[in-house]
């Protein structure tokens, strides 16, 4: 009888529960339709933008980048960073114009390279910053070029922590090993030895196989010895 009086009352609470939601959708069925098509309003407005603002965008973005990578490639940087007064307008005109697009992006990156290229260091690493990907090869050269700019401009610490987020992202025998002795010299030149010790043995155990690996004993041991003195 228990067992029965139990299950009557579970019935009751369900039923208390359908009913009490029948009534919320009856009392609020104006709200929930508003919110329902308020939704599907902004699923569209985006899908709309995609196709009609964004698609032909990317289009015209990727053409218009193509010429400037010829002049990259052609180490013309300071035309590929500002157009040929023709049929180009330049790699900082395409991001001002297609900055959200993937060709947009990647020109923050060749604008970057650029200004790096001619000596301007301070741009260089606004645009390198500005600059956002996740490939293991790209993303992390672009870290390491940041550290370039760093130690050009005298800013060795800052430097070296971009060669070693480069080195750690990348974990590939051809860009870790690089950045790793790069910054194996800077700690060197701020005669951080045995942290230079540490950067170089890396490139020995871990990348034995880099080019980088051929030569890194002398390296080795020129630090050992400045450590003793």
Do not use: W
Not at 14 to 32: A, L, P, T
Not at 123 to 148: C, E, H, N, Q, Y
Not at 179 to 208: D, M, P, R
Request: one cysteine or more; glycine letters at 8%.
């Amino acid at each position: 009888m228990a067992t029965k009086g139990k299950s009557k009352d579970k019935e009751l609470e369900v039923g208390e529960i359908v009913s009490r939601s029948e009534q919320f959708i009856e009392h609020n069925q104006r709200k929930i339709l508003y919110g329902i098509v308020t939704v599907a309003v902004i699923v569209g407005a985006i899908l709309a933008f995609r196709q009609g603002y964004l698609l032909p965008q990317e289009k015209r973005a990727a053409a218009a980048i193509f010429k400037g990578e010829q002049y990259f490639a052609k180490d013309s940087f300071a035309i590929a960073l500002n157009g040929n007064g023709a049929d180009y307008a330049g790699f900082e005109s395409i991001i001002g114009e297609y900055g959200r697009t993937k060709a947009g992006n990647l020109a923050k990156a060749y604008a970057g390279i650029c200004y790096f290229k001619m000596g301007d260091n301070e741009k260089a690493i606004r645009l390198l910053k500005s600059f956002s990907g996740d490939d293991r090869m790209v993303t992390p050269a672009i870290t390491g070029l940041i550290g370039d700019c760093h130690v050009n401009m005298g800013n060795t610490k800052e430097g070296i922590a971009c060669f070693e987020k480069a080195a750690a992202k990348a974990n590939n025998e051809i860009i870790s090993p690089a950045y790793l002795k790069k910054a194996g010299i800077a700690y060197e030149s701020l005669k951080q030895y045995n942290e230079a010790i540490k950067a170089y043995t890396a490139v020995k155990e871990n990348y034995y196989n880099s080019t980088e690996a051929s030569d890194i004993d002398k390296y080795i041991t020129r630090a050992s010895e400045l450590a003793k003195q």
